[in-house]
């Protein structure tokens, strides 16, 4: 089954610093990757994702991911952080060609400090 | 165009009692979900259905919990009786297409809590 790997359940940053949050998946197969923001009390919404094509992915509100096939990572970034930024962030997994779910990870926590 | 609605946000109940949640999925979205997210994890599908039909109920507790998805539009999930590790979130999302590379929607949630 796959599994997705968030390193860092909390990351802090200074507002206009760099923002970089942690995937990894399990498969050996490149599944489908996505990238979702839950604001408290609100329900997730879709950054991005990788389906095919280009490696490297823009989203919303200036984020985007780079997807490594030899790292076997789908790492969020953001050049400069702002403090509307700060959320929970959840990278998640579908496989391809079938109906399957996602699989979301545990989640990471980012604090943007004034 | 409207998004995904949930009703109630927030619901607090004891131990044994039963407890329904409403989802109405974005209009003409065919595929339907319920997720079930405790605090501090990521959420974990329940049940899955296309149209009117179940896809996936692999992790639904089935002896206490159950969806029905009528007419192929709003959802009910129904919990009874409550356990206290049900206190969670229970999220609702759609998508236009029951494949993997769709993007799902996501409501609101209900916050159930179990005393």
């Known amino acids: 089954a796959q599994s997705v790997t968030q390193l860092g359940s909390h990351v802090s940053v200074s507002e206009g610093a760099l923002v970089l949050l942690r995937c990894n998946y399990s498969?050996?197969?490149?599944?489908?990757l996505f990238w979702y923001v839950q604001y408290p009390n609100q329900g997730l919404q879709l950054l991005l994702k990788?389906?095919?094509?280009?490696?490297l992915v823009k989203g919303i509100n200036g984020f985007e991911a780079e997807f490594k096939k030899s790292e076997t990572s789908f790492h969020l970034t953001k050049p400069s952080a702002h403090m509307s930024d700060a959320a929970e962030y959840f990278c998640?997994?579908?496989?391809?060609?079938?109906?399957?779910?996602?699989?979301f990870g545990s989640g990471t926590q980012l604090t943007v400090l004034p | 165009e409207a998004g995904v609605a949930q009703s109630p946000r927030y619901k607090i109940i004891e131990k044994r009692q039963s407890v329904a949640f409403w989802c109405n999925p974005i209009s003409g979205h065919a595929t339907l979900y319920w997720y079930q997210q405790i605090l501090g994890q990521g959420p974990k599908l329940l049940i899955q259905f296309q149209n009117n039909g179940v896809v996936d109920d692999s992790q639904l507790p089935k002896d206490r919990f159950s969806a029905e998805r009528l007419k192929g539009v709003d959802s009910t999930l129904k919990i009874q009786p409550a356990k206290l590790e049900d206190s969670a979130v229970y999220l609702c999302?759609?998508?236009?297409?029951?494949?993997?590379?769709?993007?799902?929607?996501f409501g609101p949630g209900t916050r159930l809590t179990v005393l």
């Open positions: 998640a997994v579908s496989d391809r060609g079938s109906a399957r779910q996602l699989t």
């Open positions: 498969s050996s197969v490149p599944p489908y």
């Open positions: 999302a759609s998508s236009t297409q029951a494949g993997g590379r769709g993007t799902q929607y």
């Open positions: 990788y389906t095919t094509g280009a490696t």
